[in-house]
């Protein structure tokens, strides 16, 4: 267990090390960061256009409210700022990697490779707008539904956006795994981040297959819905029990594929 711990505290101090080496980054190159700051704003602007217009004309979606639909929205727009900061630019460098031979030196740092891939480089500039926005919307919603503003409700809403997290991590990291085998999967990966905007949306709009497929199979509608379904109380016994399962099989599922994936990998230098 303390061989188990020690290395926790080793990859998380690390982490906060990639961190500060990404913003020293943008530091020294100022005009990226602003000019991503202002190209996510006005991207976000646009993608909420149709959410006021919903929200003014009161207009209810198969039994969700404006307000209600303004915590999917929010969740949504949170979800995005966790995917931009935390993952995206690693695992658009991930088939590069493979191509250039990165890994091989990635290989042999005494850490894992899994982890220096998946977290190497933090983005600061695209979550900033992403992460106002969503809270802002959360707590305007939050308010006009008259939710308790109670620790329970609070822990619990995080600890969903936790889990959602989880299983975005899994789902969006496995269609990179298949560049061992192609080294290009770019049509997968591009397949499956229009998939994502299914989550612009609450599920409840969707039919129940395609429900029962973003929720079970691929579960790409889990990582915005299960946050914003537990604080509009719409969350059932078996939903709550599949918060927490979701991520743990997801997790696995990840980690089998990964170990799978990296055997088949050759040495770029070979």
Aim: aromatic residues 16%; contains cysteine.
């Amino acid at each position: 267990m303390s061989v188990s711990l020690t290395e926790i505290r080793k990859h998380v101090r690390m982490f906060f090390i990639f961190a500060k080496n990404s913003l020293v980054g943008y530091m020294e190159y100022r005009a990226n960061f602003y000019s991503g700051l202002i190209m996510e704003t006005v991207f976000l602007f646009s993608k909420l256009i149709y959410i006021f217009f919903v929200f003014q004309l009161g207009i209810e979606i198969n039994g969700i409210s404006p307000d209600e639909m303004m915590i999917f929205t929010g969740t949504y727009t949170i979800m995005i700022a966790i995917y931009t900061g935390l993952f995206m630019d690693n695992f658009y460098r991930f088939a590069g990697h493979i191509r250039n031979g990165t890994l091989d030196l990635y290989m042999t740092k005494p850490l894992s490779l899994q982890f220096m891939i998946s977290f190497r480089q933090v983005n600061f500039a695209f979550p900033i707008p992403n992460l106002i926005a969503g809270i802002t919307m959360v707590v305007l919603a939050w308010r006009r539904l008259d939710i308790e503003p109670s620790f329970i409700h609070l822990a619990g809403y995080i600890g969903a956006i936790l889990s959602g997290t989880v299983v975005m991590y899994a789902v969006l990291l496995i269609p990179q795994l298949l560049s061992f085998w192609t080294v290009k999967s770019g049509a997968i990966f591009d397949m499956l981040d229009k998939c994502w905007d299914l989550n612009n949306m609450p599920m409840y709009i969707y039919p129940k297959w395609l429900r029962r497929i973003g929720l079970y199979v691929v579960p790409i509608l889990f990582i915005v819905n299960m946050p914003s379904v537990y604080l509009i109380e719409r969350l059932n016994a078996f939903l709550g029990i599949w918060i927490f399962a979701a991520p743990v099989i997801s997790l696995i599922a990840v980690r089998l594929f990964w170990k799978l994936a990296v055997k088949r990998y050759e040495s770029a230098s070979s």
